[in-house]
């Protein structure tokens, strides 16, 4: 990667290198365990210009989601915050029964269910077949497309100005982050609303979040340097919410530049809480390196010595993060004898690289391990609870980021 994608600058800066992983959704089938498989470097840069920090594409999008094996409704506490925001946006913007939502990567329609319930017309726009089969077969209306200038302006066309776009953890997942903000913007009313979350780059660097770092994510935002892509569609950031989602996601708010007024003071403080993190500087990014490094060997000395104590170790979840983690520590078989996952999709698969077997939740239950190595880590309030049985046999769960942490839990 030579020169940014949103500025075209060629001063881009090493931020952290994590060597070269498999894409992190491509679970092996059993019969592919003996076949090639491909891996790319995965090395987070940040432009020194306008401080967009990205890895190279080396990978397209439609390689990862024309046949995708995340489905958002498995996880209770995402539909949760789904409806949620549905319920704060109709408020928010005023969605009458007249009004028109569209949402962008709209997964199985975990979200747009909730719209669907209230009585307002839909739209989402999903390029993974299967998964919008998913959202059809739950009753809400999905087109089978990548969002583009032209996919904006067609859907416009047929359907009419959308009141709201929603464009919830995507806007990292696209290459061409300035076709897809023109999308948006041919997608919304002269009048209407844009709202994105993705997630923060000031927490990821704070909390080391680097196994969100992964092929699908093409670029990491802070607010300053969203506030230059919204702009390169002719979008302007007026309001900007904190959320925990993600380990630390930002929902921005953003409406066309001709009727978008003065931005809130919240923008205002979230702006400068990255300046003092020296996040629009090289200084708020030297140190990151070190610091997953430490991620990598505390959790590889964990499972070495608990190997060598007899204990047993397994996995909860699949979750793409998970296989950044995975492969950058090198975790094979014998250290993570296999984790587990709601998602029947990827029962009896293996995670890309490291080839650790997925298999269906019950199987703690029945095991009775020593550990859980609780892979998505940003759900663990969820989690805890879910796994509260361990206790039954005194297991305990283990939590990688931001730091080493091992939980008894109780019911």
């Known amino acids: 990667?030579?020169?940014?994608?949103?500025?075209?600058?060629?001063?881009?800066?090493?931020?952290?290198?994590?060597?070269?992983t498999p894409p992190c959704e491509s679970f092996l089938a059993a019969d592919?365990?003996?076949?090639?498989?491909?891996?790319?470097?995965?090395?987070?840069?940040?432009c020194t210009d306008c401080w967009l920090a990205q890895i190279p594409p080396l990978i397209t999008p439609e390689?990862?989601?024309?046949?995708?094996?995340?489905?958002?409704?498995?996880?209770?506490?995402?539909?949760?915050?789904?409806?949620?925001?549905?319920?704060?946006?109709?408020?928010?913007?005023?969605?009458?029964?007249?009004?028109?939502?569209v949402e962008v990567a709209s997964n199985d329609g975990y979200l747009l269910k909730h719209v669907v319930d209230r009585g307002i017309r839909c739209l989402g726009i999903e390029p993974s077949v299967n998964v919008g089969a998913a959202a059809r077969d739950a009753g809400v209306p999905t087109l089978t497309e990548f969002l583009s200038p032209d996919t904006g302006t067609a859907v416009r066309a047929e359907h009419g100005p959308a009141d709201l776009v929603v464009a919830n953890n995507v806007y990292a997942h696209i290459p061409d982050v300035v076709g897809f903000t023109q999308g948006l913007r041919a997608l919304v009313a002269d009048d209407g609303w844009v709202s994105i979350e993705v997630q923060h780059l000031l927490t990821l660097i704070e909390e080391n979040q680097y196994?969100?770092?992964?092929?699908?994510?093409?670029?990491y935002y802070t607010v300053a340097s969203a506030t230059r892509a919204l702009a390169s569609g002719g979008l302007t950031l007026v309001d900007v919410e904190l959320l925990p989602t993600h380990?630390?996601?930002?929902?921005?708010?953003?409406?066309?530049?001709?009727?978008?007024?003065?931005?809130t003071q919240q923008v205002a403080d979230v702006l400068a809480r990255e300046k003092a993190a020296g996040l629009?500087?090289?200084?708020?990014y030297t140190e990151f390196s070190d610091r997953v490094a430490k991620v990598r060997r505390d959790l590889l000395k964990f499972l070495i010595e608990a190997a060598e104590r007899g204990e047993t170790v397994v996995g909860y979840g699949a979750p793409g993060k998970g296989n950044t983690l995975l492969n950058h520590c090198g975790i094979r078989p014998d250290l993570l004898a296999y984790t587990v996952d709601r998602n029947p999709y990827k029962h009896g698969r293996f995670t890309p690289g490291t080839r650790i077997p997925i298999l269906p939740p019950e199987r703690i239950a029945a095991d009775r391990p020593d550990y859980v190595l609780v892979l998505p880590w940003n759900l663990r309030a969820e989690l805890v609870e879910q796994l509260s049985f361990v206790h039954e046999w005194g297991g305990r769960l283990v939590f990688p980021i931001p730091e080493l942490s091992i939980v008894e839990v109780k019911r």
């Open 280 to 284: 629009q500087e090289l200084s708020g």
């Open 1 to 20: 990667m030579t020169r940014c994608r949103l500025c075209g600058s060629a001063a881009l800066a090493s931020v952290v290198d994590l060597g070269a």
């Open 63 to 101: 390689e990862t989601f024309k046949e995708y094996a995340y489905f958002s409704s498995y996880s209770t506490s995402w539909v949760e915050h789904a409806r949620t925001f549905v319920a704060d946006a109709v408020q928010r913007v005023g969605l009458g029964p007249d009004a028109f939502v």
């Open 247 to 263: 380990g630390g996601s930002i929902r921005l708010w953003a409406r066309p530049a001709e009727v978008a007024g003065e931005p």
């Open 32 to 46: 592919q365990l003996d076949q090639p498989e491909p891996a790319y470097p995965l090395h987070l840069r940040v």
């Open 211 to 219: 196994d969100t770092i992964y092929h699908e994510h093409f670029q």
